[in-house]
């Protein structure tokens, strides 16, 4: 009897303290809080201390941490030619922080160095640097000066403040810190699943997070919310929602930002970006873009019920992520990369997790090819 599970679906992989999704709930704890407690609460620096060392810092902690990440936010000029002449050929972003997370090993003098501090030392200096990475791009390729890291403003502000050079609006960077919250963990998704099993072969993590990078590209995963916010925009009031639903519905295409491998009910992280997104549009003082969502929303959910009765298709995070993203005032092509900004923190915690009890990861495979077949040499072959 084969015993092959498509997408390993149901498969448990790993045993993890660093996140905890319950599909059937609708809950996401990480690090054991609620994500309802973290995420208008704790910063991106917080969390990725509590997920590396499994408690929230103190204060000195964080300050500490927060220098740490000031130091390695400086890009060497090698990353910096890589950048520029992927600027000339109009590189998207997300390929860039691809290429560019593993250019970091350039910065590491000790890289054959395997102890746990060295590991810890890594993953900061990845946390660190990815902001910058993707901030000092969009402004090489935009024929802007760059702007010099500010660890200190904390680590939603600095990424605005790198990528605009003006001062960063607070409540924006609320905003960003409860998406990085939002997203910095999240059970065994398939960007992790792939840093996991590039660790487990001991191989080196900015190996394990670049292939993450790669994973996380697709939009299965984390290139969802750029199309969703499209529809949105596309659909542009109410009353248009049922017609170009429908339409995409009766075309056979999916819904962007709808559907969850894990997720049978509403998608936790939904409702806190939902949450954190209202404060933003209405802090504005224009909740029209968040109000048209609510509805686009509604209608969604009412036509999936219908085109597809029984799968249970909710609201994922990548809804939401749309709207929390567009409202600090990130273009689109920006989306996924601010997703890795955020996730890297989680990946590398889980690269740490990994090599603490390790052991190769290397399922099976079902094989289903002939084996009847003999050697004919090359000047003999027909077809
Ligand atoms: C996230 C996702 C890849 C999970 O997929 P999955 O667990 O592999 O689910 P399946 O592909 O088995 O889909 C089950 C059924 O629901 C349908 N479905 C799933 N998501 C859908 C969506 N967003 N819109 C329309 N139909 C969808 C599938 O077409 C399939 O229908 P069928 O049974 O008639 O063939 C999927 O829901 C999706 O593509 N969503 C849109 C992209 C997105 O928002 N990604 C971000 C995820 S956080």
């Not at 964080?62 to 000339?88: C, I």
């Not at 791009?137 to 500010?150: H, K, N, W």
């Not at 009766?250 to 939904?270: I, N, S, T």
């Not at 029209?288 to 209608?299: F, N």
């Amino acid at each position: 009897m084969s015993g092959y599970i498509p997408g390993l679906e149901g498969v448990v992989a790993a045993q993890t303290r660093l996140s905890h999704v319950d599909g059937e709930a609708g809950e996401l704890f990480i690090g054991g809080y609620p994500l309802m407690e973290l995420a208008p609460n704790a910063t991106f620096e917080e969390v990725a201390y509590l997920l590396w060392h499994d408690r929230l810092p103190t204060a000195a902690e964080l300050a500490a941490l927060r220098a740490r990440f000031g130091s390695h936010q400086e890009l060497p000029g090698a990353v910096v030619d890589l950048m520029t002449a992927a600027a000339a050929r109009n590189t998207p972003v997300i390929d860039v922080v691809r290429m560019g997370a593993a250019t970091l090993s350039l910065q590491d003098a000790e890289p054959l160095d395997e102890s746990l501090e060295r590991q810890m030392w890594r993953s900061e200096a990845l946390c660190a640097a990815f902001p910058v990475l993707v901030a000092a791009y969009c402004r090489i390729r935009a024929g802007e000066p760059l702007v010099t890291p500010d660890a200190a403003l904390g680590h939603a502000a600095n990424y605005l403040h790198m990528l605009t050079g003006q001062d960063v609006d607070p409540d924006f960077a609320r905003a960003l810190e409860t998406y990085f919250v939002t997203v910095l963990d999240h059970g065994m998704n398939a960007s992790t699943f792939t840093a996991r099993v590039i660790m487990s072969t001991n191989s080196d993590i900015y190996s394990a997070v670049t292939g993450a990078v790669g994973a996380l590209k697709g939009p299965a995963h984390g290139g969802a919310p750029g199309p969703a916010l499209d529809m949105v925009f596309e659909i542009g009031s109410p009353e248009n929602a049922e017609a170009n639903i429908r339409g995409r519905l009766e075309r056979g295409e999916r819904l962007m930002g709808f559907g969850h491998r894990v997720y049978k009910v509403r998608d936790p992280r939904a409702d806190a970006l939902a949450l954190a997104s209202e404060r933003l549009y209405a802090r504005a003082g224009d909740r029209s873009l968040y109000e048209l969502a609510r509805s686009v929303e509604t209608t969604a959910l009412r036509l999936l019920a219908e085109y597809k009765p029984g799968r249970r298709l909710q609201t994922n995070v990548e809804f939401y992520t749309a709207l929390v993203l567009h409202g600090v005032g990130l273009p689109t092509e920006l989306f996924t990369p601010t997703f890795a900004v955020g996730r890297v923190g989680g990946w590398t915690a889980h690269c740490i997790e990994q090599l603490r009890n390790n052991r190769l990861i290397r399922p099976a495979s079902e094989y289903v090819g002939r084996v009847d077949r003999a050697w004919v040499p090359v000047e003999d072959r027909t077809d």
